[in-house]
Antibody, heavy 120, light 108 residues
């Protein structure tokens, strides 16, 4: 059974930093693209970032480019998202998500999410 | 960027009725890279459909996807009580990956 468990969320002041982690199990972590998707309170889904299976290729949405950094440790089956220069509008539930197999891969599984609140 | 526009915003139906949800893309979605997700209140999204029309594992056959190019449809043939939720379409053929704004299917 695929499991994705996020941690590291919390309350942070504007301009602050936070690191989210996602512990993966139930599949060969090192073989799949992984993603972060966020959902602001009462709003829709927004793709944040993706990382290739070997960690070599990373991609970001325009709203977080230059402030967030995605990485993975395949030896620990863990995905990370470093959030810097946080803004009030970054307040959201951040979901860790597993990509399907194939070059054009959809989100196959989602974690339960980690709430990040940016407020003074 | 491919913008996905979902309509209607809210669909009010009774159990047993047919639901038809639309997702229109601002440009052609290539490689059949269109998926649908269901999100119940307070829960994580779950995959329903990928590749426009392929049902994910465990998804009942009352859910079906269709379309091509820029126009896509999710159909729920007969609504069950557990189907009342928000539905999102998602394109994964080009970066940035994008989602539609969602259609809420509510009990009439």
């Amino acid at each position: 059974e695929v499991q994705l468990v996020e941690s590291g969320g919390g309350l942070v002041q504007p301009g602050g930093s936070l690191r989210l982690s996602c512990a993966a199990s139930g599949f060969t972590f090192s073989s799949y693209v992984m993603r972060w998707v966020r959902q602001a309170p009462g709003k829709g889904l927004e793709w944040v970032s993706s990382v290739g299976a070997d960690g070599g290729n990373t991609f970001y949405g325009d709203s977080v480019k230059g402030r967030f950094s995605i990485s993975r440790d395949n030896s620990k089956n863990t995905l990370y998202l470093q959030l810097n220069s946080l803004r009030v509008e970054d307040t959201a539930v951040y979901y860790c998500a597993k990509g399907s197999s194939g070059y054009y891969n959809y989100i196959e599984y989602w974690g339960q999410g980690a709430l990040v609140t940016v407020s003074s | 960027e491919i913008v996905l526009t979902q309509s209607p915003g809210t669909l009010s139906l009774s159990p047993g009725e047919r639901a038809t949800l639309s997702c229109r893309a601002s440009q052609s979605v290539s490689r059949s890279s269109l998926a649908w997700y269901q999100q119940k209140t307070g829960q994580t999204p779950t995959l329903l459909i990928y590749g426009i029309s392929s049902r994910a594992t465990g998804i009942p056959d009352r859910f079906s996807g269709s379309g091509s190019g820029t126009d896509f449809t999710l159909t729920i043939s007969r609504l069950e009580p557990e189907d009342f939720a928000v539905y999102y379409c998602h394109q994964y053929c080009s970066s940035p990956l994008t989602f539609g704004g969602g259609t809420k299917v509510e009990i009439k």
